[in-house]
């Protein structure tokens, strides 16, 4: 094992089955009580190509993704070549009789002789893993007969025998490697999430009930699961026909009393930049959600990257008032989801959620959220007190102004894409310009004034503060773990919040480590430019990726190598 957990990678062509093996698998691990983190690694394409599905398990929380591969599940020659490099001392190959395994420990695996058709070949391997890491297969048959009981009990039977036959045979076999840890007696119940699926159900909880969209991996899978859960929840979830109208329709929803949620990436975001100033323009809470990918244009369109905080923070011509989060979990997709939908509404601004691939696809087992503990959303007013004097833009001191919606009661509720007075008409009068930018940029001090601060993890004052901000969390934590292990004192600041930054949240931390260094997957140091800027504070030293890959403990260790 490569230390406190294992990790198995599955590895093949698109349309092997090598998904359904890796989620039934990560299922039945947790169901069993272990831990899981899940990596998913695709090309751009629907059928072949090299894929993998890499489940970290053990009895310990390891929330970061791995180099290391202690099980090999090969389903065909490319996954051999490419990652017997990375198989961990004592790891074990799992692959065909066909497939060349010359000088590696391995179990050769008679598909054929198992699986008396192709199409069952994938449960084959997920019996054979079962039994290499010493598993009960019970709770593989339970996820066999949810996943194939509508097909009928014929088609769940034959799977069910392929199962058995296959964790059957690897008893007949001589091969070394350990088996897991026993699981803790009497697990408590988990949910087993994407980064996508925790912000789609945050949604859910916030009252989203409607979604535009226009398809972009990564931010797609967000929209299919509140489509998944849409007659349940009441929510109108709409594929508009390009990016700029699926924006425009969650205005448009918003300003008619909805709740909405935009998911994309940053390459359909980039088109809804004028939307986005038309929401600042009309002070409606629309939330973006932008699972980053590599740009630009096209870019890497199936792997990740932290370059769109620039994108993100200046999208919009003109000035007014913003929040950004960036979740570094699965837990954190749901909460700050549902906290973008709470400041939008608070605030009457957009508000975005800034993720990437590696979360928005990343499985993680996650305890059921606690709906009765989220704090209560904001209303828009239905019925204000004097409609006949309503002032949808009223001037008011802390910028915020009553936000009817249209058709509740007498109250004329106008708005104008245009510069407007109190009353909502359009105006080209200067004295009346300058006050409506300055009430814009005042509800920015309420957004200043409920921003989540970073989280510090560590010893006060230490010799090496990493500096993260998104998804690298995980990451960072266990490179300051393995950095303590060496005796070397060590802290990680992480930003769950890039936008307002406010000084006093950050700057004593930055100011009392002995050497700040910025971790980021992009190219440039994004989070480290915007702390210079919002702080005067300048970190120097950075371990930046941007090759597609997420970052991982070890990559962040061998990047301070050259620094400390």
């Known amino acids: 094992m490569s230390d406190s957990s294992i990790v198995i990678l599955v590895g093949g062509e698109a349309g092997q089955g090598l998904v359904t093996i890796g989620q039934l698998m990560a299922k039945a691990l947790v169901r069993a009580g272990y831990e899981v983190a899940v990596t ?38 490319t996954t051999v070549a490419l990652h017997k490099g990375q198989l961990a001392p004592g790891g074990i190959v799992l692959a065909g009789e066909g497939l060349k395994t010359a000088g590696l420990n391995a179990l050769r695996i008679p598909f054929k002789q198992l699986a008396p058709k192709a199409m069952f070949e994938n449960v084959v391997a997920l019996g054979v893993l079962a039994a290499v890491l010493c598993e009960d297969i019970t709770h593989l048959e339970e996820l066999l007969r949810a996943s194939f009981g509508k097909k009928g009990q014929a088609v769940v039977d034959e799977n069910i025998i392929v199962l058995r036959a296959a964790h059957a045979w690897v008893r007949t076999q001589n091969y070394r490697f350990p088996c897991m840890p026993p699981a803790p007696a009497n697990p408590a119940e988990r949910l087993l999430l ?20 226009y398809p972009m991996t990564p931010g797609s899978s967000v929209a299919m699961t509140l489509a998944d859960k849409a007659k349940i929840m009441g929510t109108i979830v709409e594929q508009a026909e390009d990016e700029i109208a699926a924006a425009n329709m969650a205005i448009g929803a918003v300003c008619a009393g909805g709740r909405a949620i935009v998911p994309t990436s940053g390459g359909g975001f980039a088109l809804m930049v004028e939307a986005v100033s038309l929401a600042g323009m009309l002070e409606t809470p629309v939330v973006f959600l932008v699972a980053m990918r590599p740009g630009p244009a096209t870019g890497l369109p199936t792997r990740t990257e932290q370059a769109d905080l620039n994108l993100v923070l200046y999208a919009g011509h003109g000035e007014f008032p913003r929040a950004v989060f960036s979740p570094g979990s699965v837990e954190e997709c749901f909460h700050l989801t549902y906290r973008a939908f709470e400041m939008a509404e608070k605030h009457q601004s957009p508000v975005f959620v800034l993720t990437d691939q590696y979360l928005a696809d990343s499985l993680q087992n996650v305890t059921p959220f606690d709906l009765e503990r989220l704090p209560e959303i904001p209303a828009p007013l239905l019925a204000p007190s004097d409609p006949k004097n309503y002032k949808r833009f009223a001037f008011t001191d802390d910028g915020l102004s009553p936000r009817a919606i249209p058709g509740y009661s007498e109250a004329l509720v106008i708005s104008d894409s245009d510069e407007h007075t109190e009353d909502g008409k359009l105006t080209e009068n200067l004295d009346i310009r300058v006050k409506m930018v300055a009430k814009r940029l005042q509800k920015g001090l309420g957004l200043a004034g409920d921003t989540v601060p970073p989280s510090y993890y560590g010893e006060d004052a230490a010799g090496v503060l990493l500096v993260c901000w998104g998804s690298t969390l995980g990451a960072a934590l266990e490179a300051r773990e393995r950095l303590e292990e060496q005796g070397k004192s060590a802290a990680v600041l992480h930003f769950a919040q890039v936008w307002p930054l406010v000084e006093d949240q950050f700057l004593p931390m930055l100011e009392a480590a002995g050497r700040v260094v910025c971790v980021e997957g992009n190219a440039t140091g994004q989070l480290a430019r915007l702390l210079r800027q919002e702080s005067g504070f300048r970190i120097t030293d950075m371990v930046l990726r941007f090759d597609g890959l997420p970052i991982t403990a070890a990559y962040i260790l061998r990047g301070l190598e050259s620094i400390l």
């Open 40 to 77: 998913q690694a695709y090309e751009s394409r629907i059928r072949g190509g090299h894929n993998t599905f890499a489940i970290r398990t053990g009895l310990e929380i390891h929330h970061a993704p791995t180099e290391q591969v202690d099980v090999l599940v090969a389903l065909d020659a």
């Open 194 to 213: 994407t980064g996508n699926d925790a912000a789609a159900l945050g949604a859910l909880a916030a009252g989203c009930n409607f979604c535009s969209f």
